[in-house]
């Protein structure tokens, strides 16, 4: 076997090996290097041997017995050392019928542990990423635009925080659980986010991102199955990220929704989503706003094989949202969605009032809607100022082309 085989296995099962090492070793640093060390015998042994039948387990017992030597080299723990290789004589002797349940629990835990609300939010994506989904630290610093020593630096402040804190590597009760996932909702949402629309640089999306995130849901659907929310988002992902193809061109310019080559959207993701939409939408219970944001995400992946997109659904499902999510983005989508059903002037004062509330001037996507708005009313040189005044504010190279390409269509 190549390299390439162990590095499959890396991706897949290094999440859980840590999520596991973790429990056993009670340290998070200890456990990442335990981790570190059976992945490296792994790559000396395997090419020989081949890779044992459950390659999961073999590294666990490996990444423990390091750890254990470790340890055993400083007397100071050696307390630790024996309570370790007494767990791992316990453990030898149990025959579980169900190998899979204990590394689903450690994975759970390690996901609350990491989105703990203790740590910075920044942190928690960080960490998520890092450690359930197993990114490298270089991959988790291009991420977040900084180098990988500072983001090593991040991280291990990260862990020490946890460790000092004493945050506990456990899922919540359940009079704690709702809160709680919510916040890890927020960090899968915020790593989906950041992939889906990258905040600076020159590309626009990040496929691995967006990926990742998409995983990241469908362990926590699998781990606590049957929760709208997690459907809900998860549904909201999948059918925003079927259209990723279709975003950009050859070249990375962007692409406008109504402008997309639907022949290029991934239908079996959107079957799935729609699926999940209306499960999230008929569950017992408060609607979640991942549902009703997935409902409008719906409403526009049926609208090539319908022939129109229903904006006046898409306006109603934004006044819903808006009650359960009171944010600026959202009266920024509802009023685009307004746009289309009552016209531009209606929708600009609702943009203009939102302006004028003076928290929202470096969101570039505002000064769009604003321009595209004027645009529509005839009123050229306003929307030629609202398109600049965007251009200052963008992040990336393909939004600040896509808007130099509107100034030079109204020039």
Known sequence: MDTREIEAIYRREAGRVLATLIRLLDDFELAEEARQEAFAMALERWPVSGVP?????WLVDVGRN???????RNQVFKSKVLRLEKAAAEEATEQSP??????????????????????????????????????????????????????????????????????PYEIPEPPLLDERVQSVLAVIYSVFTEGYAVTSGETLISAELCLEAIRLARLLDALLPGR????????????HDARRRSRLTATGDIVLLEQQDAA????????????????????????????VQAA????????????????????????????????????????????????????????????????FQDYHL???????????????????????AAREAAKTVPERRFLEQRMAELS
Request: proline residues 5%.
């Open 264 to 291: 290029l959207w991934d239908q079996a993701q959107i079957v799935e989503g729609l699926l999940l939409v209306e499960q999230a939408l008929r569950a017992p219970g408060r609607v979640s706003h991942y549902a």
């Open 98 to 167: 169900h190998p899979d349940e204990a590394f689903g629990d450690d994975r759970l835990r390690l996901i609350f542990t990491c989105c703990h609300p203790a740590l910075n939010p920044a942190v928690q994506v960080a960490l998520t990423l890092r450690a359930v989904c197993g990114l490298s630290t270089e991959a988790v610093a291009r991420a977040f635009l900084v180098t990988e020593a500072a983001m090593a630096q991040r991280l291990v402040r990260a862990q020490q925080k946890i460790k000092e804190a004493g945050i």
């Open 296 to 359: 409008i995400a719906a409403l526009h992946a049926r609208a090539p094989a319908e022939g129109a997109t229903d904006w006046p659904q898409i306006a109603a499902l934004y006044e819903v949202l808006l009650r359960l999510k009171p944010t600026p983005v959202v009266e920024l989508n509802r009023a685009v969605a307004v746009s289309m059903v009552d016209g531009p002037a209606k929708a600009l004062q609702l943009v203009d009032s939102l302006a004028g509330r003076g928290e």
């Open 66 to 72: 390091k750890a254990i030597d470790q340890l055993r």
């Open 228 to 239: 709208a929310d997690v459907q809900g988002l998860l549904a909201l992902m999948l059918l």
């Open 366 to 388: 505002l000064h769009v809607v604003r321009a595209d708005l004027l645009k529509r009313l005839g009123k050229r040189e306003e929307a030629l100022a609202a398109y600049r």
């Open 53 to 57: 039948d459950n390659p999961r387990a």
